[in-house]
């Protein structure tokens, strides 16, 4: 049961970052200039910062999602045991 808030959380943070970047910076001059991308592409830096922020939160939802994971296999047998009577 873990698996859909990890979904809903890097689905709502891949909108989040694009809207919020992408309104806020996309041709601002300042903004717009070249930069490289993990060496892989050169993009506009505040597509290159959208996409760290994409990664941070990313990680976070990871992160803070493991745990409850974990325990939803500690918990999972109790109900089990509870609609069982």
């Known amino acids: 049961m873990w698996r859909a808030p ?5 689905l709502g943070s891949l909108l989040d970052t694009f809207l919020f970047f992408s309104l ?6 300042a903004m717009s200039g070249a930069t490289p991308l993990l060496g892989l592409a050169v ?3 505040w ?3 959208a ?11 990871g992160l803070l999602l493991a745990p409850y994971g974990a325990l939803m296999g500690v918990v999972r047998p109790f109900e089990r045991v509870s609609t069982a009577r």
């Open 43 to 45: 993009v506009p830096l």
């Open 47 to 49: 597509l290159s910062l």
């Open 51 to 61: 996409v760290f922020d994409f990664v941070v939160k990313a990680v976070g939802a």
């Open 24 to 29: 806020a910076f996309w041709g601002d001059p």
């Open 6 to 10: 990890l979904v809903a959380s890097l």
